[in-house]
């Protein structure tokens, strides 16, 4: 595919449209990345990804005709490239404003988010229905109930997920590596070759 004059016009008016965005309205620039990694991320862990590849004629001439019926089938290996199509138009113009966009950098992709996780080793008190006599004479001596503690735990911010999900596409077999390297059913495998080191 050549790159023409007029995917270079779409490029550069799309930066145009995310820099103006991002001056406008950058809580929709936000919820955009946000949206896009969190779907991202979502196809990573899907089963049904990487989709097989069909290599033969007929399975391209179906695709042509599934493509004009316009069939609802889905294909998780197109939907994650377009997601990284969208993040790799809109996360530059993120990463190149200076000044004010800086701390909206930060709090968008580097921040850290702490959540409350319930304590699942504390358990319950079940509930108990005391007599009424009982009640009516020790009424000061009741103790209250006690409430499992929340923790405080620390997620990983979206960047640190997004270099980890883009690390895993590196390695994912059957999307960058061949499917006949994939072990079992774990489709990530971090696996290095050297096939011969020349020097000359």
């Known amino acids: 595919m050549r790159y023409t004059f007029e995917a270079r016009f779409m490029c ?10 991002l001056t406008e309205a950058p809580e ?3 919820t955009l990345i946000h949206v896009v990694c969190l779907r991202l991320f979502k196809l990573i862990s899907d089963h049904t990804f990487p989709s097989p590849q069909n290599t ?4 391209y001439a179906t695709s ?5 019926s316009n069939s609802s089938e889905r294909n998780p290996t197109k939907e994650v ?3 990284l199509r969208v993040l790799s138009r809109v996360l530059p113009v993120v990463f190149e404003v200076q000044g004010e966009s800086d701390a909206f950098e930060f709090n968008l992709l580097w921040k850290k988010e702490e959540v409350e996780e319930l304590d699942e080793t504390q358990t319950d008190p079940q509930f108990v229905i005391e007599d009424e006599d009982e009640s009516d004479d020790d009424t000061s001596t009741a103790e209250p109930a006690q409430t499992p503690k929340a ?15 883009v690390s895993d596409l590196l ?3 059957g999307f960058t590596l061949p499917g006949s390297v994939q072990v079992a059913h774990r ?11 020349r020097l000359i």
Not at 56 to 59: E, M
Not at 151 to 162: I, Q, Y
Not at 187 to 197: A, F, R, S
């Open 56 to 59: 033969s004629v007929t399975a």
């Open 187 to 197: 489709k990530i495998n971090y696996i290095i070759w050297y096939v011969q080191i």
């Open 151 to 165: 923790k405080r735990k620390v997620l990983p911010s979206l960047g640190e997920r997004l270099f980890n999900a």
């Open 12 to 21: 550069s008016h799309s930066v145009s449209i995310v820099r103006r965005a």
């Open 28 to 30: 929709n620039v936000s």
């Open 171 to 173: 390695f994912c077999c």
């Open 64 to 68: 042509f005709i599934k493509s004009a």
């Open 81 to 83: 490239l377009n997601c």
